[in-house]
């Protein structure tokens, strides 16, 4: 079985390769904060992975919750990527408003995958994308609704350069999966 998703869903997709083991493929993770939010992770009942403070501001909705130097701080809040079996593709965009456009933490779990023998950790960043990542030739959603604050949320991206990391970054993520 191979994973997909975005943003929360990327953080669950992380979660279940780091525990589910040999029964996950790959993951591939789209603007994940690669930690557990808004609460904790459960598996089998346990609390796996400790959650974090939940926040509502209109500019960053998940700040300080997300904010990379406050997680960094506090490892019981990292998924522990590093326990995936399977090789992890990790995509983001420099205009993710929801990050500031860079998540230093990315980095960090990538570093300790590499500490761990975790190798087949890849990172792939692009300039003009947002939060968001959607199938080629769809609209851009650089603001919508979010299921988890009460208004718009600014997903940032750059409409031209979104629209082109859109069109390179799936080949990229079918390619991944065809090789795992």
Known sequence: INLFGVSKGGDVCL???AFLGEKIGGTVAVSSACASMPGP???????????????LEKERPFAPDID???VLSESERHVPVERAKGPVLYIYGR????FDGDN?????VQQKAFE???MDFQIQTYEG???????????VCTEAM???VPFVVKYGGKIQEHSLAQIDAWPRIVNFFKNV
Do not use: R, S
């Open 104 to 108: 230093p933490l990315v980095q960090y």
């Open 129 to 139: 994308l947002g939060h968001l990542l959607d199938v080629p030739n769809t609209p």
């Open 15 to 17: 979660a279940l390769a």
């Open 68 to 70: 990379p130097e406050v």
């Open 116 to 118: 761990a023998g975790k």
């Open 95 to 98: 205009e993710d408003k929801l």
């Open 41 to 55: 992770t459960y598996y089998k009942g346990n609390e796996v992975v400790k959650g974090t403070k939940f926040t």
């Open 146 to 148: 979010n299921p988890l």
